[in-house]
């Protein structure tokens, strides 16, 4: 076992040696990171100028549903335009934005209506971030480098999702909140410098340059096509969005009812939880970039579906802390280690001039099964904790065995 491991080691860091990947890791990981600090500044200078949890809501809103309505546009246009541009003036123009908007608080002239408009901004600009970021990967590393490549920026990625609003937290608690929006705008303008030194493999011609093809709607549609036609393609983006389903409404509504109603440990046993998931997640990232190869990704996700339903069945029975907690860290590690092979055969099989399309497409599903699932299983939290994770059980288990029904899934590698 340990002459495995050490033989598994070099090749998780291998992506590390190009600098070209360096990069994309640093901005990737500091573009995350201030995404979290923006979540904590807005909803605290929100609540201070305002002091209403509604208008909070309708801040948060404003920059979720452009982010949404946009990453489709974003995808469409980083499958004509370069990514790493697209990338490059979504983080210059955000740090732009959270600039004026730390000025504007420290220097009194902040109101909600603006704060309104920059996080409306703020979600328009980063619906092209996203899918470029993800996109990009196959033109800065070789195919056979995608699956540590992936595990090493989703560890990033989870690792920065957990620090971000940490440290916006500690920065507010020590200044004040329009500062924190200008360390984030430090952090997207890094983030900008970095991407901008990345050297991409160029990609193959095309044959009539964007100008003379079809318009971006008719692109759009082709992606969303391209997305539905090939089955294979279908069951890794249901899987995904079902597991976002699980993230939204199971992760946060059923974790505080567990931790409040079950457990018993208050806000400390919550913040228990959602530690364990994501240090679960990013172990099992690592362990996926790790091992590599290519194993049956269909089987992989049929495996997850099922794994996530059993884990559902037990949290919705289980009384006792230990158990609840040794059942979050599998489920976390399962989504990190199927994560790191569904995202590296979309990248590997899917041609470069569809891709960001592709992404953008499995990004939409995600936010519109995000408030879905919030409503629903607070709705059934109401009734009890066993309802809300029954329910997601069985639509994960009905997941898994549809998985199993195709025989082109199965055999996905």
């Not at 069945?313 to 092979?341: D, H, W």
Request: charged share 10%; proline share 4%; net charge positive.
């Amino acid at each position: 076992m340990a002459t495995t491991l050490a033989a598994d080691r070099p090749r998780l860091w291998a992506p590390a040696r190009h600098r070209s990947f360096r990069l994309l890791w640093t901005g990737q990981a500091l573009s995350l990171l201030g995404d979290g600090f923006s979540v904590v500044a807005f909803s605290w200078i929100t609540l201070s100028l305002t002091g209403s949890t509604l208008t909070l809501g309708y801040v948060l809103a404003f920059q979720a549903v452009p982010r949404a309505l946009l990453t489709l546009v974003g995808g469409t246009l980083g499958d004509t335009w370069s990514t790493r541009t697209l990338m490059v003036a979504s983080s210059w123009t955000r740090a732009v934005l959270m600039a004026a908007v730390g000025a504007a608080g420290l220097t009194g002239h902040l109101t909600v209506w603006m704060l309104c408009a920059a996080a409306a901004a703020f979600g328009a600009v980063d619906a092209f971030f996203q899918p470029a970021r993800v996109s990009i990967l196959p033109s800065v590393v070789e195919k056979d480098l995608l699956a540590p490549a992936n595990a090493l920026l989703g560890a990033g990625a989870r690792t920065a999702a957990i620090v971000g609003p940490a440290v916006g937290g500690v920065v507010i608690a020590l200044t004040q909140a329009p500062v924190a929006f200008l360390v984030d705008a430090v952090c997207f303008a890094l983030c900008g410098l970095c991407v901008a030194r990345i050297r991409t493999r160029p990609r193959p011609a095309r044959s009539a340059p964007a100008e003379s093809g079809p318009s971006l709607g008719a692109r759009i549609r082709e992606g969303v096509t391209f997305t539905l036609r090939d089955p294979r393609l279908r069951t890794i983006v249901a899987l995904d969005t079902a597991v976002n389903f699980c993230y939204a409404g199971p992760f946060t509504v059923g974790f505080a009812t567990l931790a409040d109603q079950v457990l018993r440990g208050g806000s400390a046993t919550l913040g228990v939880l959602n530690g364990t998931l994501a240090g679960g997640a990013v172990l099992g990232t690592l362990v996926g970039g790790a091992v590599g190869g290519r194993p049956r990704v269909g089987l992989l996700v049929a495996a997850l579906a099922g794994w996530l339903g059993a884990g559902m069945a037990v949290l919705g029975l289980a009384q006792s802390t230990p158990v609840v907690i040794a059942t979050v860290l599998a489920m976390g590690f399962a989504i990190g280690y199927q994560g790191v092979f569904g995202l590296s055969w979309i990248q590997r099989n899917i041609p470069q001039d569809v891709l960001t399309r592709v992404v953008s497409v499995d990004m939409v599903l995600g936010y519109a099964a995000a408030p879905l699932s919030l409503i629903l299983c607070g709705a059934l939290a109401g009734t009890s904790h066993l309802a809300l994770f029954g329910v997601v059980a069985v639509v994960l288990a009905g997941t898994g065995l549809a998985v199993l029904g195709s025989r082109a899934v199965r055999e996905m590698r």
